[in-house]
């Protein structure tokens, strides 16, 4: 397992932020994860939309394998999208707000949709690791 822990300072524990910070990170991280891991078979038990662990610092985001430690660059892009998830959250109205596309994003995620994690991935630009580029068919 491949978990990243996110804490941050507030004065009032904001559970809708977290879990606002949890839907970036699944669209950030989870979704062209399913295009780059190559073990589906771990997705069939672990890797849902939204896994994550509440921590009295902020909380850990579940949903990767430990493919993406695997490699320097992998662990780079995981910060990289991290950090791309907490932008998004501070600029974007809440994905919860918009219900069509936490549903798209969850239908990729737990339905292994491919054709909506490239949908997702062009329409939010998502760059995927340059080592995973061959891989998934991307020039």
């Not at 918009?98 to 994690?117: C, F, M, R, Y």
């Amino acid at each position: 397992m491949f978990h990243i822990h996110l804490g941050y300072k507030t004065n009032v524990e904001d559970i809708m932020l977290k879990f606002d910070v949890v839907r970036a990170m699944d669209l950030f991280l989870t979704v062209p994860s399913m295009v780059i891991d190559p073990d589906t078979e771990r997705r069939k038990l672990y890797g849902k939309a939204g896994e994550m662990r509440m921590t009295n610092y902020g909380f850990e985001f579940r949903c990767l394998s430990s493919y993406f430690n695997s490699s320097s660059e992998l662990r780079k892009w995981c910060f990289n999208q991290t950090m791309l998830a907490i932008d998004y959250v501070n600029s974007n109205p809440s994905i919860e707000s918009n219900s069509e596309l936490g549903q798209k994003i969850q239908n990729a995620i737990n339905n292994n949709d491919t054709n909506l994690v490239y949908e997702l991935i062009d329409e939010f630009k998502i760059t995927l690791p340059n080592t995973q580029k061959e891989y998934v068919g991307i020039s």
